[in-house]
């Protein structure tokens, strides 16, 4: 016959204000494989503690229930008392008296002390039968995998090979700077992309522990924590990346000139083929195989003849690379809602109807127009701006009801670098609320307000339409209650920030999840804000959700901090509640496999019979639920534990 | 008095004594953290319904509920994460369609199927997880006790 | 031919029958009957927000069980307002079991409505069922040189879910006018507000947003106006009066329904154009642009 030891706890009153203590003592006493019940004020107490551990030692327990608050609070205590005196920790199990019987069912004593007794009998039915575990150690692999080349991307790649870990930055275009290589300047202090961000991409580029995949994307994943095995496709460049110089004279001779430019995000045209820009990392060339004439019709061919280092070649270079990976970093960054929506603002419409991130390209000196501002209609400056916020952003009934975030700072250095450059130029920004809550933001606004004399008008704009050259804005002051229409020469829609495209499939890949707007979800969202409900997996930067250059890269640092600390031993240790399969019973159908979402059960081709991946396996017990023969079982969450609880419930007790 | 008889006692006989015994199968991450919330809360509810803490409601098999109504139980609960946010990805998914079997096996035992309950309750949803259990248990008190019981 | 259940609804039973003639001539000419029930009633003009007031539904309920007793699973309208408010309803029914229950419990008289009912505006059936291609191939005297300025109104892309096209950008009758060889102008306006039931109260409001859309029109060199709905066109039309007395230079343009440009592209008989709602005569400039011979036609 078992020992257990039940041990319950008043919680100063909390329980013993509600539950008979002494009934429930009495009651328990009477099961037979009960050696000992006991109570106490606070058994999480140093000295309840003590009384636990004294009471294993003195009368021999092989089994603890401990009656008291929910097991997320005190459940690794007591299982790290019990370890400390020899009891091996998963024949503890937690009662729990107080969250689910006495705080509510305070007007019901004496069925909330029922409920209470047959819990702790229910869980003496469980631990009785409960086996002794082991934590399960698996060797890991000291290498990071970062999804995304974005500026979240660099400095978690950066941190990671510092601490001396292998990284492999996989960037799905030719170069590595994400959206703020496209940023004119950045706020709060106009410091520019090229100026903070080319430093970072070329350390990134010349560090010994980083492997830059650009022009790459994830094909697959598997495995698990410390021991991933990833498949990165290396798109066909058709160019020799060893012996392509950057030297660009290919994209001087190519004849196909009139291709929207990624990087200048349409403001401007590259060649079929390409260096994004000029400070890409790395510098090497690639060629577009949806517009180039020798790949698309087996015409031109002039690049091949030009090339000074014969690197071109038209052949499709894909490559698949396999990768072993410890932990990943998810930085795949932001975009901006698409320009097919918007119709009432003219977007895609009227040119001079531009989107924040296009009207960065007008700005930057490293711009189309090297930062002259000028009207991409007819190229004149303009004079008057309307600067709208919150397109697409704070609108649940049409488009995304979240703030982006990012916008109203945005915008007013936009205007700022606006009247920089157009000294007589007037800029108007339409407001609902002005959100500037970071460090140096607010004072940035009120210098945009008050010294560049930007024109704040709080309201929504219901309409913009072009009329004899002039843009129409309609509009409302909701200050003066007013109905506004302003004739300028250029709008800027600060359009809502959305999640990368592609990162629903990439998810899947990693199986991580994304919330109804694609923003990848994280484990918690104050908690654990960096980690994934994936043991391994973390994000970084924007595509957890829109941020801003200092919170993606303090996110990004976060990101790195944890994997270094995941790989900084040899082996992770993971808790052992895991599935096993009775071999006798198991007959090979291979029903298990269907079920598992992490593929760690499957049929052993050898000895036709299920085994389980200990490295693998989540614990979540569905193939036990789903095994037809009765062989698989979730350790320590038997059929018969289970059976035994819900007789315990429907008829008292055990009969045994 | 043992057990048995002081609880069949309680259970024989309908009306307004009669206080049923509901099994509830919960989540680990989700509803057993509601179930906790709305103890924290002080939220009160009947305490008909005794709790049994699973890691994924795709952990549940048919032979759980059955069990318990088989036993005698008058009604069987079971919650679980809300779609698309299983902590193991598809488990809720997977017991959902199981568990969907359970009514046609009722229906054969001429169990009334309303004595077994499928819910969708999140961590952060103690409120919820009150009103279902309160309904569900003022849904069984009208049904009156098993037939099952006692045989 | 194909028949579909035809609502007309009040309008085009009166000012608005030039309207239902044009239309159900084009349809017969694209194999499709628009065929009127017997015990139509009114559609309930708008549409109640209310969500507890359930008895403003029993006007579009009772036509949609008309529909079901007529066998069919889908009904058209070619009143922009009918559309909307049928709609609506019917969308509501379908989406609410305990609302359609309270309403067949209350309509006890009646058979009970099974929901899944259809609604459709003409220009839908046109676009997704004739589509514009076939609509193209039937047109045997070309709009060319006829510059039109289609105007969408409200009920016909709102509220969204409703909407048959986008409700900012719609593109439906545009795409009719390029099939029938007109010339198409894109007005911002197009979806601008015409003033709707303030017509009745407040004339002169309504001829001032009137004067705005039809300005724009004109000036972006607009011969004539087409609409879908016989309010639009009333106060585009018939409130020309009133604009041109708190606008004395308001030169005039003519608006019709795209019937009738469908009926004149076809080369109906002209009393099937249903140009007799028109206050501003749209003759001339029809005569001048589209009536008149070509010269390369050997006239």
């Given at each position: 016959m078992?020992?257990?030891?039940v041990?319950?706890c008043?919680?100063?009153?909390?329980?013993?204000?509600?539950?008979?203590?002494a009934?429930?003592?009495?009651?328990?006493?009477?099961?037979?494989?009960?050696?000992?019940a006991?109570?106490?004020?606070?058994?999480?107490?140093?000295p309840?503690?003590?009384?636990v551990?004294?009471?294993?030692?003195?009368?021999?327990?092989d089994?603890?229930?401990?009656?008291n608050?929910?097991?997320?609070?005190h459940?690794?205590?007591f299982?790290?008392?019990?370890?400390?005196?020899?009891?091996?920790?998963?024949?503890?199990?937690?009662?729990?008296?107080?969250?689910?019987?006495?705080?509510?069912?305070?007007?019901?004593?004496?069925?909330?002390?029922?409920k209470a007794?047959?819990?702790?009998?229910?869980?003496?039915?469980?631990?009785?039968?409960?086996?002794?575990?082991?934590?399960?150690?698996?060797?890991?692999?000291?290498?990071?995998?970062?999804?995304?080349?974005?500026?979240?991307?660099?400095?978690?790649?950066?941190?990671?090979?510092?601490?001396?870990l292998?990284?492999?930055?996989?960037e799905?275009?030719?170069?590595?700077?994400?959206?703020?290589?496209?940023?004119?300047?950045?706020?709060?202090?106009?410091?520019?992309?090229?100026?903070?961000?080319t430093p970072k991409?070329?350390?990134?580029?010349?560090?010994?522990?980083?492997?830059?995949?650009?022009?790459?994307?994830?094909?697959?994943?598997?495995?698990?924590?410390?021991?991933?095995?990833?498949?990165?496709?290396?798109?066909?460049?058709?160019?020799?990346?060893?012996?392509?110089?950057?030297?660009?004279?290919?994209?001087?001779?190519c004849?196909?000139?009139?291709?929207?430019?990624?990087?200048?995000?349409?403001?401007?045209?590259?060649?079929?083929?390409?260096?994004p820009?000029p400070?890409a990392?790395?510098?090497r060339?690639v060629?577009?195989d949806?517009?180039?004439?020798?790949?698309?019709?087996?015409?031109?061919?002039?690049?091949?003849?030009?090339?000074?280092?014969?690197?071109i070649?038209?052949?499709?270079?894909?490559?698949?690379?396999?990768?072993?990976?410890?932990?990943?970093?998810?930085?795949?960054?932001?975009?901006?809602?698409?320009?097919?929506?918007?119709?009432?603002?003219?977007?895609?419409?009227?040119?001079?109807?531009?989107?924040?991130?296009?009207?960065?390209?007008?700005?930057?000196p490293?711009?189309?127009?090297?930062?002259?501002v000028?009207?991409?209609?007819?190229?004149?400056?303009?004079?008057?701006?309307?600067?709208?916020q919150?397109?697409?952003?704070?609108?649940?009934?049409?488009?995304?009801?979240?703030?982006?975030k990012?916008?109203c700072?945005?915008?007013?250095?936009?205007?700022?670098?606006?009247?920089?450059a157009?000294?007589?130029?007037q800029a108007?920004?339409?407001?609902?609320?002005?959100?500037?809550?970071?460090?140096?933001?607010?004072?940035?606004?009120q210098?945009?307000?008050?010294?560049?004399?930007?024109l704040?008008i709080?309201?929504?704009?219901?309409?913009?339409?072009?009329?004899?050259?002039?843009?129409?804005?309609?509009?409302?002051?909701?200050l003066?209650?007013?109905?506004?229409?302003?004739r300028?020469?250029?709008?800027?829609?600060?359009?809502?920030?959305?999640?990368s495209s592609?990162?629903?499939?990439l998810?899947?890949?990693?199986?991580?999840?994304?919330?109804?707007?694609?923003?990848?979800?994280?484990?918690?969202?104050?908690?654990q804000?960096?980690?994934?409900?994936?043991?391994?997996?973390?994000?970084?930067?924007?595509?957890?959700f829109?941020?801003?250059?200092?919170?993606?890269?303090?996110?990004?640092?976060?990101?790195?901090?944890k994997?270094?600390?995941?790989?900084?031993?040899?082996?992770?240790?993971?808790?052992?509640?895991?599935?096993?399969?009775?071999?006798?019973?198991?007959?090979?159908?291979?029903?298990?496999?269907?079920f598992?979402a992490?593929g760690?059960?499957?049929?052993?081709?050898?000895?036709?019979?299920?085994?389980?991946?200990?490295?693998?396996?989540?614990?979540?017990?569905?193939?036990?639920?789903?095994c037809?023969?009765?062989?698989?079982?979730l350790t320590?969450?038997?059929?018969?534990?289970?059976?035994?609880?819900i007789?315990?419930?429907?008829?008292g007790?055990?009969?045994? | 008095?043992?057990?048995?008889?002081?609880?069949?006692?309680?259970?024989a006989?309908a009306?307004?004594?009669?206080?049923?015994?509901?099994?509830?199968?919960?989540?680990?991450?989700?509803?057993?953290?509601?179930?906790?919330?709305?103890?924290?809360?002080?939220?009160?509810?009947p305490?008909?319904?005794?709790?049994?803490?699973?890691?994924?409601t795709?952990?549940?098999?048919?032979?759980?509920?059955?069990?318990?109504?088989?036993?005698?139980?008058?009604?069987?609960?079971?919650?679980?994460?809300?779609?698309?946010?299983?902590?193991?990805?598809?488990?809720?998914?997977?017991?959902?369609?199981?568990?969907?079997?359970?009514?046609?096996?009722?229906?054969a035992?001429a169990?009334?199927?309303?004595?077994?309950?499928?819910?969708?309750?999140?961590?952060?949803?103690?409120?919820?997880?009150?009103?279902?259990?309160?309904?569900?248990?003022?849904?069984?008190?009208?049904?009156?006790p098993s037939?099952?019981?006692?045989? | 031919m194909?028949?579909?259940?035809?609502?007309?609804?009040c309008?085009?039973?009166?000012?608005?029958?030039?309207?239902?003639?044009?239309?159900?001539?084009?349809?017969?000419?694209?194999?499709?009957?628009?065929?009127?029930?017997?015990r139509?009633?009114?559609?309930?003009?708008?549409?109640?927000m209310?969500?507890?007031?359930?008895?403003h539904?029993?006007?579009?309920?009772?036509n949609?069980?008309?529909?079901?007793?007529?066998?069919?699973?889908?009904?058209?309208?070619?009143?922009s307002?009918?559309?909307?408010?049928?709609?609506?309803?019917a969308?509501?029914?379908?989406a609410?079991?305990?609302?359609?229950?309270?309403?067949?419990?209350?309509?006890?008289?009646?058979?009970?409505?099974?929901?899944?009912?259809?609604?459709?505006?003409i220009?839908?059936?046109?676009?997704?069922?004739?589509?514009?291609?076939?609509?193209?191939e039937?047109?045997?005297?070309p709009?060319?040189?006829?510059?039109?300025?289609?105007?969408?109104?409200?009920?016909?892309v709102?509220?969204t879910?409703?909407?048959?096209?986008?409700?900012?950008?719609?593109?439906?009758?545009?795409?009719?006018?390029?099939?029938?060889?007109?010339?198409?102008?894109?007005?911002?306006?197009k979806?601008?507000?015409?003033?709707?039931?303030?017509?009745?109260?407040?004339?002169?409001?309504?001829?001032?947003?009137c004067h705005?859309?039809?300005?724009?029109?004109?000036?972006?060199?607009?011969?004539?106006?087409?609409?879908?709905?016989?309010?639009?066109?009333?106060?585009?039309?018939?409130?020309?009066?009133?604009?041109?007395?708190?606008?004395?230079?308001?030169p005039?343009?003519?608006?019709?329904?795209?019937?009738?440009?469908?009926?004149?592209?076809?080369?109906l008989?002209?009393?099937?154009?249903?140009?007799?709602?028109?206050?501003v005569?749209?003759?001339?400039?029809?005569?001048?642009?589209?009536?008149?011979?070509?010269?390369?036609?050997?006239?």
């Amino acid at each position: 016959m078992p020992r257990i030891g039940v041990f319950v706890c008043h919680c100063g009153l909390n329980i013993a204000a509600t539950v008979d203590i002494a009934k429930v003592i009495d009651r328990v006493s009477q099961h037979p494989a009960v050696a000992h019940a006991e109570d106490y004020i606070f058994m999480c107490s140093d000295p309840g503690q003590l009384l636990v551990q004294g009471k294993i030692q003195e009368l021999g327990l092989d089994g603890l229930v401990m009656a008291n608050c929910s097991p997320t609070l005190h459940e690794r205590t007591f299982r790290n008392a019990a370890a400390l005196v020899g009891l091996n920790p998963y024949l503890v199990e937690i009662a729990n008296i107080r969250e689910a019987v006495s705080w509510p069912h305070m007007k019901e004593p004496e069925r909330a002390t029922e409920k209470a007794i047959e819990i702790i009998l229910a869980t003496v039915e469980k631990v009785r039968q409960n086996t002794e575990l082991h934590t399960i150690k698996v060797p890991v692999t000291h290498s990071v995998m970062i999804i995304g080349g974005g500026v979240a991307g660099i400095q978690a790649a950066l941190d990671c090979a510092d601490a001396g870990l292998e990284v492999h930055l996989v960037e799905r275009t030719s170069s590595i700077g994400g959206m703020m290589a496209s940023l004119s300047e950045t706020f709060p202090t106009l410091d520019c992309p090229q100026c903070i961000l080319t430093p970072k991409m070329t350390q990134a580029g010349k560090h010994p522990n980083i492997r830059i995949h650009a022009y790459s994307e994830i094909e697959e994943v598997s495995g698990f924590v410390g021991n991933f095995q990833a498949k990165v496709r290396h798109k066909a460049t058709y160019i020799d990346w060893s012996k392509c110089t950057g030297c660009g004279v290919c994209m001087t001779v190519c004849p196909t000139k009139k291709i929207p430019s990624e990087y200048n995000h349409g403001m401007a045209n590259r060649t079929a083929a390409y260096i994004p820009f000029p400070q890409a990392v790395p510098n090497r060339a690639v060629i577009d195989d949806k517009n180039c004439l020798w790949l698309l019709k087996g015409k031109c061919g002039i690049c091949a003849k030009k090339c000074p280092a014969e690197a071109i070649h038209y052949e499709d270079n894909t490559e698949i690379e396999e990768l072993e990976i410890g932990a990943i970093i998810v930085a795949t960054g932001m975009e901006v809602l698409p320009v097919e929506h918007f119709g009432e603002y003219g977007l895609g419409k009227i040119p001079d109807v531009v989107t924040g991130i296009q009207f960065e390209r007008l700005l930057a000196p490293s711009g189309p127009t090297a930062g002259k501002v000028q009207r991409p209609s007819d190229g004149t400056e303009p004079k008057e701006i309307a600067f709208l916020q919150c397109i697409g952003s704070r609108d649940p009934a049409n488009y995304k009801p979240y703030c982006s975030k990012v916008c109203c700072m945005y915008t007013g250095k936009q205007a700022m670098l606006y009247k920089h450059a157009v000294h007589d130029g007037q800029a108007f920004v339409f407001y609902i609320d002005i959100r500037s809550d970071g460090k140096g933001y607010e004072e940035f606004i009120q210098r945009a307000m008050e010294e560049e004399k930007v024109l704040y008008i709080r309201g929504k704009v219901s309409k913009v339409f072009e009329d004899e050259g002039k843009i129409v804005v309609w509009g409302t002051d909701t200050l003066t209650g007013k109905w506004i229409e302003l004739r300028v020469d250029m709008v800027v829609l600060a359009t809502a920030a959305v999640a990368s495209s592609g990162v629903n499939e990439l998810a899947s890949k990693l199986r991580i999840t994304t919330d109804e707007h694609g923003w990848l979800k994280e484990a918690h969202l104050k908690l654990q804000p960096v980690e994934t409900l994936t043991a391994g997996i973390y994000l970084a930067g924007a595509a957890q959700f829109v941020k801003d250059i200092s919170d993606t890269v303090a996110q990004a640092s976060g990101a790195a901090a944890k994997a270094i600390a995941l790989l900084s031993k040899d082996h992770l240790e993971r808790v052992p509640i895991i599935a096993c399969v009775d071999q006798d019973l198991c007959v090979g159908c291979g029903y298990c496999e269907t079920f598992c979402a992490y593929g760690a059960i499957a049929v052993d081709p050898v000895t036709g019979k299920a085994e389980v991946n200990e490295g693998l396996c989540e614990g979540c017990g569905g193939c036990a639920a789903h095994c037809p023969s009765g062989a698989a079982t979730l350790t320590n969450y038997g059929k018969k534990q289970v059976f035994d609880m819900i007789t315990t419930f429907t008829n008292g007790q055990v009969v045994q | 008095m043992t057990d048995k008889d002081r609880k069949g006692e309680g259970k024989a006989a309908a009306g307004d004594d009669f206080e049923p015994v509901i099994v509830g199968f919960f989540c680990n991450w989700c509803t057993a953290s509601a179930a906790d919330l709305a103890g924290t809360s002080r939220m009160q509810y009947p305490p008909n319904v005794r709790p049994i803490r699973v890691m994924c409601t795709g952990s549940v098999d048919t032979s759980f509920v059955l069990r318990a109504l088989l036993e005698g139980a008058d009604g069987v609960m079971v919650g679980g994460c809300h779609p698309g946010d299983c902590h193991y990805v598809t488990g809720n998914y997977r017991a959902r369609r199981r568990l969907t079997g359970v009514i046609k096996i009722l229906e054969a035992l001429a169990l009334d199927p309303e004595r077994f309950r499928f819910e969708w309750i999140s961590a952060s949803e103690g409120a919820k997880f009150v009103k279902v259990v309160t309904e569900f248990t003022e849904d069984i008190k009208r049904m009156g006790p098993s037939p099952l019981k006692g045989l | 031919m194909e028949t579909i259940p035809y609502f007309p609804g009040c309008t085009c039973k009166a000012d608005a029958l030039p309207f239902e003639v044009s239309a159900k001539a084009v349809m017969r000419e694209l194999d499709i009957e628009m065929r009127e029930w017997e015990r139509w009633t009114c559609c309930g003009t708008v549409y109640s927000m209310t969500t507890d007031d359930l008895i403003h539904q029993l006007g579009p309920a009772r036509n949609l069980i008309r529909v079901q007793e007529e066998g069919s699973d889908r009904v058209v309208t070619i009143c922009s307002m009918c559309y909307s408010t049928l709609k609506l309803s019917a969308m509501m029914f379908d989406a609410d079991e305990e609302k359609l229950q309270k309403l067949n419990d209350f309509l006890y008289d009646e058979v009970d409505y099974e929901g899944g009912i259809r609604v459709m505006h003409i220009l839908e059936l046109l676009r997704d069922d004739v589509g514009f291609e076939a609509v193209k191939e039937r047109v045997v005297r070309p709009l060319e040189g006829l510059r039109v300025a289609p105007y969408y109104g409200c009920t016909l892309v709102r509220p969204t879910e409703a909407g048959i096209d986008d409700r900012e950008e719609p593109r439906v009758m545009h795409d009719l006018l390029e099939a029938l060889g007109a010339e198409v102008v894109d007005s911002p306006f197009k979806v601008e507000c015409c003033g709707s039931y303030e017509t009745v109260d407040r004339p002169e409001m309504v001829a001032e947003k009137c004067h705005r859309i039809l300005s724009d029109a004109i000036k972006r060199g607009a011969d004539l106006v087409v609409t879908s709905c016989p309010l639009c066109e009333f106060n585009l039309d018939d409130r020309q009066d009133v604009i041109s007395s708190i606008a004395p230079r308001f030169p005039g343009i003519p608006v019709l329904y795209f019937t009738s440009l469908m009926a004149i592209a076809f080369d109906l008989p002209e009393e099937e154009w249903g140009l007799e709602s028109a206050t501003v005569d749209p003759l001339p400039v029809l005569q001048e642009k589209v009536l008149a011979p070509k010269d390369e036609g050997g006239g």
